[in-house]
Structures are given as C-alpha cells and as structure tokens.
C-alpha cells in the first residue's frame, strides 16, 4: 500500500510543540581520562525533531482525482458496424435460408411421410413400371433444383443489395480514416 505524502488539507500544519528544558538533549561531558581506561569520545543524544512529518492519507480519505482523458470529436458520419444494418443483413440472410432449406427440406419429409404412413398410394401405379412412390422420388431433383434457384432470386434481390450498401459504406469509412490522417 503506498501512502500520499501531499498534505490532504490546503493549510500547512501546525508547528510541533517546544521541547521542556528537562528533555532536551544533554550537553556532552567530558570526563577526565584515567590513566588505565581508554578515553572515547561522547556524542550527544540525538537533537529535537522539529519538523512534522506528512499526514498519512487513509483508504477513506478522497483521493485527488485525475484529470479525464480528452475525447476526441464526433465524426459526422456512422462507421461500419451500425446495428441496424447488420441486423436488416442477418434478418434478410436468415430469411434466405429457411425459405430454401425448407422447400428441400419439405419435400423430401413429405415424401418420407407418405411412404410411411400410406404405402398403398405410394404402391399405387400411375403408367406401365412407374409408381406414385418413385415419380415423387425423381421429382426430388427438380424440387432440389428449384430450392437453388429461390435461393439465388432471394439472395439477389433481398441480401445482396444490403450487403453491396455495407462494403460501400465500409469503403468510404476507410478513405474518410486514411484522410483524417
């Protein structure tokens, strides 16, 4: 934990209070060598400190606050990314798909259901060597084939003018960047 030294109040603080004459350090005393002993030097104790050290700054004390970082201005244009747009995509995208896989999808689950659940009609004969069952099993691909094609006509015309709209926004976002530079 780091303490503030910078004093938490703007006036300075007080001064500390005299030292009573019976405190204060005791002046150093020679004494007179004796012939047997070392003389050693006395030094005296160590003086009064008279300045007062910095009050801590307590967890709960405020903190000086730093300054905010400067933002920069507000482009006039939307970037890439706008929600709206990505969510219009997705939607038109999601669309897309379920509209193909379940005209594959559907087909092909009806003809599994009628095989199972009505095997006279699949059984029945419609010419001379082809049955119900088998012409609806070699109409599976050109339901296939049209589940294709509704893809492409709902991509052309829903998705990929929507995302078309997007790359050029993208593009003009990235030369007004490359411009601001």
Known sequence: MSYD???????????????????????????????????????????????SPAPPTYPWAPQPQAPEPVRPPRRRHTALGR?????????AYRRQRRVA????LG???????????????????????LNV?????????????????????TARRGVDPLAERMRRQTELDTRRAEAAR
Request: charged share 10%.
């Open 83 to 91: 929600h709206s747009d990505l969510r219009v995509l997705r939607t």
């Open 5 to 51: 030294t910078s004093p938490s109040s703007p006036f300075p603080p007080p001064d500390p209070p005299p030292v009573p004459p019976h405190h204060a350090a005791p002046k150093p005393q020679r004494s007179q060598p004796s012939p047997s002993s070392p003389s050693y030097p006395t030094y005296p104790a160590h003086p009064a400190h008279h300045s």
């Open 101 to 104: 896989t379940l005209t594959a």
């Open 133 to 153: 069952g088998l012409l609806l099993g070699l109409l599976q691909i050109p339901v296939t084939c049209a589940a294709i094609a509704l893809y492409e006509f």
């Open 107 to 129: 087909y092909f689950t009806l003809f599994l259901v009628l095989s199972a659940s009505a095997p006279s009609l699949m059984t029945s004969r419609v010419s001379d060597g």
